[in-house]
């Protein structure tokens, strides 16, 4: 286990539907990372948050909507997804953001389907 | 656009082999080099953080050595066990960008077959 838990693991919504995934990590960490992982594509960073702020938004369509709430604790809403967003979502915390000292934990993802 | 590439793509092997595999990355503004391993359904797992040109890391059969000058990074796993099979990521970062925005490979898929 690598102290990131991630729910639901496997999600199917509609396009009208409103969901949100949810990560938690146990680790003490001040950064958290929302990646998306298409079929047959590198993971793709979505969101970075340090302390609670969120210092990247990587040209993240306004559909996905994340939220910080505290350092343990990562939301990615989702609302009137496209079927191309059908993927896999994986979260990461880290000690600090800096990628030079601190390897990232991940969680074990969260499969999504829109229909 | 940075490009990281991994190769080969996947590849099988046999119970106590060893092997090794490649990550490309653009040689220009190298801050760091990250490896981790994925299991099928389970979460990826740090291995490594490279920085220095010429450095090696270890732990346990598994190494990897990186030449920043050329941009390339290899991974080698010595005696493949079956509990090896995963897929192998290397991650980039550039000096040039944020200093947390990974730039990953696509994976070497490893099947070590009993």
Known sequence: ETGVTQTPRHLVMGMTNKKSLKCEQHLGHNAMYWYKQSAKKPLELMFVYSLEERVENNSVPSRFSPECPNSSHLFLHLHTLQPEDSALYLCASSQGTAGILYEQYFGPGTRLTVT | ?114
């Not at chain 2, 290899?74 to 200093?99: H, V, W």
């Open chain 2, 1 to 114: 656009i940075l490009n990281v590439e991994q190769s080969p793509q996947s590849l099988h092997v046999q119970e106590g082999d060893s092997t090794n595999f490649t990550c490309s990355f653009p040689s220009s503004n190298f801050y760091a080099l990250h490896w981790y391993r994925w299991e099928t359904a389970k979460s990826p797992e740090a291995l490594f953080v490279m920085t220095l040109n010429g450095d090696e890391k270890k732990k346990g059969r598994i190494s990897a050595t990186l030449n920043t000058k050329e941009g390339y990074s290899y991974l080698y796993i010595k005696g493949s066990q079956p509990e090896d099979s995963a897929t192998y990521l290397c991650a980039f970062l550039n000096s040039g960008g944020s200093n947390y925005k990974l730039t990953f490979g696509k994976g070497t898929l490893l099947t070590v077959n009993p």
